[in-house]
């Protein structure tokens, strides 16, 4: 079993409708990030996270620490979202690491 | 600041050689961490430097290693090179402390034919 689950796997939906893509994870983390990357492979940090819930513009992340458990949300999707989703916690002792989930995949359709 | 810069952004090389790729990262970031992202799959961290010196390593053979220099630079050498070695390499800094986020590069795509 993965450090990281990711769910779902992929996912297509129409423009507009609210997307949400979940994280379990089953290590100790100081922080999880959520990433975007696009077709060409570049990685883009959307979010970090260590409690409750940050938003930036139409994305917002939540994050329990009690359960293991994050969320990403997209509000009024469009087709510029359709991306690679990326969940990933830093974890370890000492020098620390970032351990990935196996990606969301996300087309939003217009 | 200028962001993490990759080289090369593709290469094609033949299984048993030898290739060195490269990642520029901000001023400060003092920490930096290689991944190798095959098709389809998340990322899995290869090894992490701070400060010059390796201080992480994932479960890759001692046949990857790396080098971080003082202007902020590093790179990653993989030696006979096979051909499940082809993926897309990235290369991840930030600077010390649990409060500061990853800036990633764009990546490395190797191809091992």
């Known amino acids: 079993k993965n450090e990281v689950e990711q769910s779902p796997q992929n996912l297509t939906a129409q423009e507009g409708e609210f997307i949400t893509i979940n994280c379990s994870y089953s290590?100790?983390?100081?922080?999880l990030h959520w990433l975007q990357q696009h077709p060409g492979g570049g990685i883009v940090s959307l979010f970090m996270l260590s409690s409750g819930k940050k938003k930036h513009g139409r994305l917002i992340a939540t994050i329990n620490i009690q359960e293991k458990h994050s969320s990403l949300h997209i509000t009024a999707s469009h087709p510029r979202d359709s991306a690679v989703y990326i969940c990933a916690v830093r974890s370890g002792q000492g020098a620390q690491k970032l351990v990935f989930g196996q990606g969301t995949r996300l087309t939003i359709n217009p | 600041e200028t962001g993490v810069t990759q080289s090369p952004t593709h290469l094609i090389k033949t299984r048993g050689q030898q290739v060195t790729l490269r990642c520029s990262s901000q001023s400060g970031h003092n920490t930096v961490s290689w991944y190798q992202q095959a098709l389809g799959q998340g990322p899995q961290f290869i090894f992490q430097y701070y400060r010059e010196e390796e201080n992480g390593r994932g479960n890759f053979p001692p046949r990857f290693s790396g080098l971080q220099f003082p202007n902020y630079s590093s790179e990653l050498n993989v030696n006979a090179l096979e051909l499940d070695d082809s993926a897309l390499y990235l290369c991840a800094s930030r600077r010390t402390g649990t409060h500061y986020g990853y800036t990633f590069g764009s990546g490395t795509r190797l191809t091992v034919v």
């Open positions: 290590v100790g983390i100081s922080a």
